[in-house]
């Protein structure tokens, strides 16, 4: 079955500092691949998202993220954090014509940022 | 006025009760979706809906049941409740209009709390 792996469970940062999450996933064939983020006691909203093009994607409030199809990567980046990107970020994966639209979603990474 | 709306947004009930949470959209999507999040699990797939007669099991649909009453609405059921059922609960929502895009609009979750 198709997999979603988020290698990080818990970051700790200090604001200003750079921020890399990890997500892979095992389909091999054709996807789509979603950054969601949720701050506290709210629900998913869409950070950024990837469906065909240039591999890096720029997203809302300076987030962006790479997807690199050899490595079936899809990190995601910010050069610099700030406290109000507390949160827990989402990765996921559509995978085109063989999940039948289903989002699968990995584990999840919480982010706190130390002011 | 939220797109996605989901009731009741919290629940505390007893083992054995039934419990029913209603998703309502008006975003005039075909697909509709319930998932459960739980702390370091992301987001479990339930049961999805692409048309009012389509009906599916995602990957932990035991102990659930859905009704999609109408292309809005899209109900979620425990007709027992345990407590390993206790999470927060998502309705989500897509539209395939695009190629496959997979991308969700979630409701604000219903927190359910079984003792």
């Known amino acids: 079955a198709q997999s979603v792996s988020q290698h990080n469970h818990h970051v700790i940062l200090s604001e200003a500092a750079s921020l890399e999450l990890g997500c892979n996933y095992s389909?091999?064939?054709?996807?789509?691949l979603f950054w969601y983020v949720q701050y506290p006691g709210q629900h998913l909203q869409l950070l950024l998202k990837y469906f065909s093009g240039d591999p890096l994607v720029k997203g809302i409030k300076g987030f962006e993220a790479e997807f690199i199809k050899s490595k079936f990567s899809f990190n995601l980046r910010k050069p610099s954090v700030q406290w109000s990107d507390t949160a827990e970020y989402f990765c996921?994966?559509?995978?085109?014509?063989?999940?039948?639209?289903?989002?699968?979603f990995g584990q999840g990474t919480e982010l706190s940022v130390k002011p | 006025d939220a797109d996605v709306t989901q009731t009741p947004r919290n629940r505390i009930t007893k083992t054995g009760k039934r419990i029913m949470l209603e998703c309502s959209q008006t975003k005039g999507h075909d697909r509709m979706y319930w998932y459960r999040q739980d702390p370091g699990l992301g987001l479990r797939l339930i049961y999805y809906s692409f048309d009012v007669k389509d009906i599916n099991k995602g990957e932990i649909s035991d102990g659930y049941s859905v009704s999609r009453q109408a292309q809005a609405k899209f109900s979620l059921s425990l007709e027992s409740a345990i407590p390993n059922q206790t999470a927060l609960y998502f309705c989500?929502?897509?539209?395939?209009?695009?190629?496959?895009?997979?991308?969700?609009?979630f409701g604000e979750g219903s927190r359910l709390t079984v003792l």
């Open positions: 389909y091999g064939g054709t996807v789509n």
């Open positions: 989500a929502t897509s539209d395939f209009s695009a190629p496959n895009t997979g991308e969700l609009f």
């Open positions: 996921a994966v559509n995978a085109i014509y063989n999940q039948g639209g289903k989002l699968i």
